[in-house]
């Protein structure tokens, strides 16, 4: 299967909000004779009363027949932008999707909703594929999902010839980009659908792309005119936390302490580590289960299906777990060891959450980690995608030894700026010391731009410490004002330093030219003294500090006793219908429920979550819950 296949692999930024009239988004059109809107359709069909950002622009422009292309987080309802648009034009949607299980999680979710949708892969047997194909071509469904080699493949376009289809939509884009951390080759032939169909609109989606990423995916899939859509990468519910990896099977054992009873995936980077993580979880009496490629299909089957329908509390995985797993009430995510990039790290870290509930992700990061993961990355013949990923690893070791704000780290690494600290992790729940860093960050400023902001930063930092090497030598940068004006400091020091000017946007790491340091426009007042600058001191081999402050609350008051009843009476009536509790209802309906306790249909419409067609199928079983229990 095109799952198992893949298991193991692993443009400036424009944003475009336009204002258009509300008219756009509640436009009416006329399919199999009944009225549709896009306010409507959330309203009925997914049971929510507002759109969250960016989601109304991005419907009114592929409602309007427009091109869209869409970064928005893990949980931020991307799916939504081009579901409804797809209900509301006439024709089928083609939804291009990576993976087998992430298509199936989609399609029974809007089934359990009432909509038309089916996927097409090679998970079907031969009568069932029969079927849909049937439904595609009597116009009978309004979303296809499926895989990008079979959708390119010369019978399947064929067969498209004879459909109207009202929209493409690419999910995960980013796989479209060599620069992605999860290329795919198959997904650049997606390029010929401009050929192919050039009045269709697309709309390619994903939350996790940085400026080269995004440049390409736009290239490629032929989106230059489209509405650029940039949400914010900020996942506010999530804490974040980096600990030095010491004695890690005890430090992660004492997290999960704190989230008894609570879904969560560990991630680590080897099939034997996974293993044998997952055992010592078990010992502890955790339901935990591992999973990786090397394992049976049926087996890693049995695994995703115990994890979605909440009889196994954790996986341990390698990261060919969980990029199909549209499970909201994961609780934490674990990383053992070191991720290899930002953009796998933030796109694992976001299936934490998806709910919005407040969750948790812990970073265990060791110096051996990051020296094998540089070793592995060497052995690589091809030298552009070396350079690439020891780019890349280079801003996830910044990270994981940040001093300052982490989600201003990950947010930056993004291109977007955060003027404050959030509150919410790590760094911020327990600050280090800070210093007046003005004159050092001057002095590093002014040496990358001696240098004609040409060199990288170990290169600044030997200028900046009067390093006598053969090539500072050779090019004469001893004779430069700025060598050797920072040597009263050590490269450590100067390395947290130059991480945190970057963090804060000072500078910037050109990755498309060996990571040379360059200069931002913020620099110029900082360079002239026109503004104050505190940095943190480097917590330079420092012991973790014993500091324990609770796992995030949920923040949203409401009765836990009537939440767990219907917690039980939803994973009843899930078993019953053979799919994952949350097809039925998300936990965070159920919190909403529980805090409103509706007495009939009309209050229970009120619930995020309850649509139309969930209250005709669940609603009075709820309902007599809620009586049973208040």
Request: proline share 4%; hydrophobic share 40%; glycine share 6%.
């Amino acid at each position: 299967m095109y799952a198992d296949r893949q298991a193991e692999r692993n443009a400036d930024k424009h944003l475009v909000e336009p204002r258009l009239s509300s008219s756009v988004t509640l436009r009416l059109t006329k399919r199999g004779g009944c009225i549709r809107s896009a306010k409507g359709i959330l309203q009925q069909t997914f049971g929510y009363g507002t759109f969250r950002p960016n989601q109304q622009a991005i419907i009114d422009d592929l409602i309007a027949g427009r091109d869209a292309f869409v970064l928005m987080p893990t949980g931020g309802g991307k799916s939504l932008c081009y579901q409804i648009p797809a209900m509301v034009r006439s024709g089928v949607a083609i939804v291009v999707s990576p993976l087998i299980s992430l298509m199936k999680d989609q399609v029974d979710a809007l089934k359990a909703n009432g909509v038309a949708a089916e996927f097409y892969n090679s998970s079907l047997g031969s009568q069932v594929s029969r079927e849909v194909l049937a439904k595609l071509h009597g116009h009978a469904i309004d979303m296809l999902y499926i895989a990008p080699e079979r959708l390119m493949s010369e019978e399947f376009l064929a067969r498209l010839a004879d459909i109207e289809i009202n929209l493409f939509a690419i999910d995960e884009a980013h796989c479209v980009s060599q620069w992605g951390h999860d290329f795919r080759p198959e997904y650049q032939r997606l390029s010929a659908l401009r050929s192919h169909f050039p009045n269709v609109p697309l709309i390619a989606l994903t939350a996790t792309a940085d400026t080269q990423t995004r440049q390409d995916i736009i290239q490629v899939l032929g989106l230059e005119m489209a509405r650029h859509h940039i949400a914010s990468f900020d996942r506010p519910n999530i804490r974040y936390a980096v600990l030095e990896k010491h004695q890690p099977l005890q430090q992660l054992m004492a997290f999960m302490q704190k989230h008894k009873g609570e879904s969560g995936i560990v991630y680590a980077l080897s099939r034997k580590r996974v293993e044998q993580v997952a055992e010592k979880l078990k010992l502890h009496g955790i339901r935990a289960e591992a999973y990786h490629a090397g394992l049976a299909a049926s087996e890693r089957v049995r695994v995703q299906e115990a994890f979605l329908r909440d009889e196994a509390e954790v996986v341990v995985a390698t990261v060919a777990f969980g990029m199909g797993i549209d499970k909201p009430n994961v609780r934490f995510v674990v990383h053992y060891d070191l991720p290899k990039n930002i953009e796998g790290y933030y796109q694992e870290t976001g299936r934490a959450g998806r709910d919005g509930l407040p969750s948790e992700a812990l970073l265990l990061s060791g110096t051996q980690d990051m020296v094998a993961a540089r070793r592995l990355i060497e052995q690589s013949e091809n030298e552009k995608q070396k350079r690439i990923e020891i780019h890349k690893l280079n801003a996830m070791i910044s990270f994981s030894e940040a001093t300052m704000c982490r989600r201003r780290v990950l947010l930056n690494y993004f291109d977007e700026a955060m003027n404050a600290n959030c509150g919410n992790c790590d760094i911020c729940l327990d600050p280090p010391e800070t210093f007046d860093a003005r004159e050092d960050a001057q002095k590093a400023l002014s040496c990358v731009y001696r240098l004609n902001q040409g060199f990288g930063m170990k290169y600044v930092i030997d200028v900046l410490r009067g390093s006598e090497n053969q090539r500072i030598m050779e090019r004469r940068h001893d004779q430069l004002s700025t060598f050797g004006i920072g040597k009263e400091r050590s490269e450590e020091e100067w390395t947290a330093i130059f991480r945190q000017l970057i963090h804060r946007g000072f500078l910037l790491q050109d990755v498309a030219s060996y990571s040379v340091l360059k200069l931002t426009a913020a620099a110029k007042p900082l360079l002239r003294g026109e503004i104050a600058l505190e940095l943190s001191k480097p917590r330079i081999r420092a012991k973790q500090k014993k500091t324990d402050k609770g796992k995030p609350r949920m923040d949203s008051p409401h009765d836990a006793a009537l939440f767990e009843a219907l917690r039980k009476l939803r994973k009843r009536l899930a078993d019953e219908m053979d799919v994952p509790p949350y097809i039925v209802f998300g936990d965070a309906t159920l919190i909403h429920m529980a805090q409103l306790k509706p007495e009939n249909d009309m209050q229970m419409l009120q619930v995020n979550g309850v649509g139309q067609n969930k209250l005709q199928r669940f609603g009075k079983a709820f309902l007599a819950c809620i009586r049973e229990n208040t």
